[in-house]
């Protein structure tokens, strides 16, 4: 039997969610033809629009279809930053922090080494809470240089949930624009984009129980972009190509369920993200729970382990049956330490070590059992093996 705890990596699709995607799917036609084919499909395609806007608090205008959370990071931040500095040639800074996914970080970088911007990364604390104190003093001087400011609302590894209302409402002060990657916190905690003081904002499907491959960036009605995608002129001319409705539709199934679960969600989860950690930092005494007291997410438990690779503990696990992931790269067979974690201030060898569990809704306390049971062989395995990075 498996047991499944990586709903963070993605959540299996809802069968109700499956049932509309599989429907729409045999839809016949382009949503951008005028005949009666074409215009059924636009006529779904719309109702997505409209529901995911009703779900997430944004106007149906501001919905922009894309191929999921990637390509909405992508869209925000490129295009962003290229719309600001196009207006104005001094705005080239981007203000984020080292703790984002890599669909944030690696297209900053890029901006840095190609297009003459330059990053400026947010410290944060040994929680992984970002320094709202640091950036209200860097925009004293800098606000004029800034491009934008680009956060996550909370942290795909760790869990740690992010205040962005408070950051929206500095970054107005100063008139910057504000994306927030917001992929890891919808269906968990309430995102109301309209609430938000955000100028733009990333999610994508197949976290909350919809298909992988679509998701949106909401982009607001006063915020300007440059898109990256030349074409057709579809989504308001900033995605290009032709839409993917019956995506979109699922997508909107997954995103009114979860937005609707919410309650239940985090009444259910959070009780059992408690017992998980409880038994975790009693079973390994020197296990470490990765955010300590910082705000979280309900369903999200991510721990350290020292002397360990997280590796070997992932391997060790999935041959008992159960899937966690440890939240680091891995590319081309060499793991790299959690960028998240070492932006955190830990060590290469605790941020190699770790461990992150994520429960959905329909995880068990029996779940919650057979990992903590699988626990102690895991460990003891590998600590055995210690600690290496190739
Ligand atoms: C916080 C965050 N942003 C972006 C992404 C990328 O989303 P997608 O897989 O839809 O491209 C992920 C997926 O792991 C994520 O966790």
Same mark, same amino acid.
């Given at each position: 039997?498996?047991? =499944?705890?990586?709903? %963070?990596?993605?959540?299996?699709?809802?069968?109700?969610?499956?049932?509309? =995607?599989?429907? #729409?799917?045999?839809? &016949?036609?382009?949503?951008?033809?005028?005949?009666?084919?074409?215009?059924?499909?636009?006529?779904?395609?719309?109702?997505?629009?409209?529901?995911?806007?009703?779900?997430?608090?944004?106007?149906?205008?501001?919905?922009?279809?894309?191929?999921?959370?990637?390509?909405?990071?992508?869209?925000?931040?490129?295009?962003? #930053?290229?719309?600001?500095?196009?207006?104005?040639?001094?705005?080239?800074?981007?203000?984020?922090? #080292?703790?984002?996914?890599?669909?944030?970080?690696?297209?900053?970088?890029?901006?840095?080494?190609?297009?003459?911007?330059?990053?400026?990364?947010?410290?944060?604390?040994?929680?992984?809470?970002?320094?709202?104190?640091?950036?209200?003093?860097?925009?004293?001087?800098?606000?004029?240089?800034?491009?934008?400011?680009?956060?996550?609302?909370?942290?795909?590894?760790?869990?740690?949930?992010?205040?962005?209302?408070?950051?929206?409402?500095?970054?107005?002060?100063?008139?910057?624009?504000?994306?927030?990657?917001?992929?890891?916190?919808?269906?968990?905690?309430?995102?109301?984009?309209?609430?938000?003081?955000?100028?733009?904002?990333?999610?994508? @499907?197949?976290?909350?129980?919809?298909?992988?491959? &679509?998701?949106?960036?909401?982009?607001?009605?006063?915020?300007?972009?440059?898109?990256?995608?030349?074409?057709?002129?579809?989504?308001?001319?900033?995605?290009?190509?032709?839409?993917?409705?019956?995506?979109?539709?699922?997508?909107?199934?997954?995103?009114?369920? %979860?937005?609707?679960?919410?309650?239940?969600?985090?009444?259910?989860?959070?009780?059992?993200?408690?017992?998980? &950690?409880?038994?975790?930092?009693?079973? &390994?005494?020197?296990?470490?729970?990765?955010?300590?007291?910082?705000?979280?997410?309900?369903?999200?438990?991510?721990?350290?382990?020292?002397?360990?690779?997280?590796?070997?503990?992932?391997?060790?696990?999935? *041959?008992?049956?159960?899937?966690?992931?440890?939240?680091?790269?891995?590319?081309?067979?060499?793991?790299?330490?959690?960028?998240?974690?070492?932006?955190?201030?830990?060590?290469?060898?605790? @941020?190699?070590?770790?461990?992150?569990?994520?429960?959905?809704?329909?995880?068990?306390?029996?779940?919650?059992?057979?990992?903590?049971?699988?626990?102690?062989? %895991?460990?003891?395995? @590998?600590? *055995?093996?210690? #600690?290496?990075?190739?």
């Amino acid at each position: 039997m498996v047991v =499944y705890l990586d709903h %963070a990596a993605t959540s299996p699709i809802r069968p109700e969610v499956l049932d509309t =995607y599989t429907r #729409y799917l045999t839809l &016949v036609g382009n949503p951008s033809s005028v005949h009666v084919a074409g215009q059924n499909v636009r006529r779904a395609l719309e109702e997505a629009r409209e529901e995911i806007a009703k779900a997430i608090g944004c106007n149906r205008n501001e919905v922009i279809f894309t191929s999921g959370g990637t390509e909405s990071d992508n869209l925000a931040i490129k295009g962003l #930053y290229w719309q600001r500095r196009n207006e104005d040639a001094s705005r080239n800074l981007i203000v984020s922090a #080292y703790t984002e996914h890599h669909a944030v970080i690696d297209p900053i970088e890029w901006l840095e080494r190609e297009q003459g911007a330059q990053a400026i990364w947010i410290p944060v604390d040994a929680r992984g809470v970002v320094d709202f104190a640091w950036l209200e003093t860097f925009l004293v001087e800098n606000a004029p240089r800034v491009a934008l400011i680009s956060l996550m609302w909370a942290n795909n590894e760790t869990g740690v949930v992010t205040p962005i209302s408070d950051f929206t409402a500095l970054a107005e002060r100063h008139g910057i624009p504000v994306h927030s990657d917001a992929v890891a916190a919808l269906g968990h905690i309430p995102v109301k984009f309209s609430e938000s003081g955000l100028s733009a904002m990333s999610i994508t @499907a197949h976290k909350v129980g919809g298909p992988v491959g &679509v998701g949106a960036l909401v982009v607001s009605r006063q915020a300007k972009l440059t898109s990256l995608v030349h074409g057709g002129g579809q989504e308001r001319a900033m995605r290009s190509g032709t839409m993917n409705a019956a995506g979109a539709k699922a997508f909107a199934h997954a995103v009114i369920l %979860a937005v609707a679960r919410l309650e239940r969600h985090a009444s259910t989860l959070t009780p059992l993200r408690d017992r998980l &950690v409880a038994g975790v930092l009693e079973l &390994v005494s020197d296990a470490r729970f990765s955010r300590g007291d910082a705000p979280g997410l309900p369903d999200n438990a991510h721990f350290t382990f020292p002397g360990c690779s997280g590796d070997s503990l992932l391997f060790l696990l999935d *041959r008992a049956g159960i899937c966690v992931s440890n939240g680091s790269a891995c590319q081309a067979g060499v793991t790299a330490a959690s960028h998240v974690l070492l932006a955190m201030g830990r060590d290469e060898a605790e @941020a190699s070590g770790c461990i992150r569990v994520t429960l959905g809704i329909d995880s068990t306390e029996s779940d919650v059992d057979a990992f903590l049971a699988a626990l102690p062989a %895991a460990h003891e395995g @590998a600590r *055995r093996a210690g #600690y290496t990075t190739s």
